[in-house]
């Protein structure tokens, strides 16, 4: 499966473009997930595992923000999703292409590792 595919229910970080790139929240919930894989219960505060989690999204979020220098939608893509022209620019000009298809490998890949 080709990476651009993990962003495909993805759009404008959640309709507004005013929050964070909504690769990096997937990538949240599965680094959540992942660490917690065989428990029976939520995490305590100073569970082993909710402790890696934190540091592997920290982790993410800080090399994403050193690579591609936000980590917010709008910045990101140059779209604000509320304005109906930014949107058709977005697909017209496919700003994608060099934006999230780029941002969705890195967290793809981070995610592997």
């Not at 473009?17 to 949240?28: N, R």
């Not at 959540?32 to 894989?37: F, H, P, Q, R, T």
């Not at 982790?59 to 509320?82: M, P, R, V």
């Amino acid at each position: 499966m080709p990476y651009q595919w993990a962003a495909a229910g993805f759009k404008g970080a959640v309709m507004s473009g005013k929050t964070t790139c909504g690769i990096l929240v997937g990538a949240t919930i599965y680094f959540g997930c992942l660490n917690g894989i065989d428990a029976t219960d939520a995490p305590g505060i100073n569970d082993k595992r909710r402790k890696k989690a934190i540091a592997s999204v920290e982790d993410l979020f800080n090399g994403f923000a050193e690579q591609f220098g936000h980590t917010d939608c709008q910045t990101l893509t140059g779209c604000d999703w509320t304005k109906k022209e930014d949107a058709k620019r977005y697909f017209k000009e496919e700003v994608y292409k060099d934006t999230c298809f780029h941002q969705f490998e890195y967290v793809v890949e981070k995610c592997i590792r």
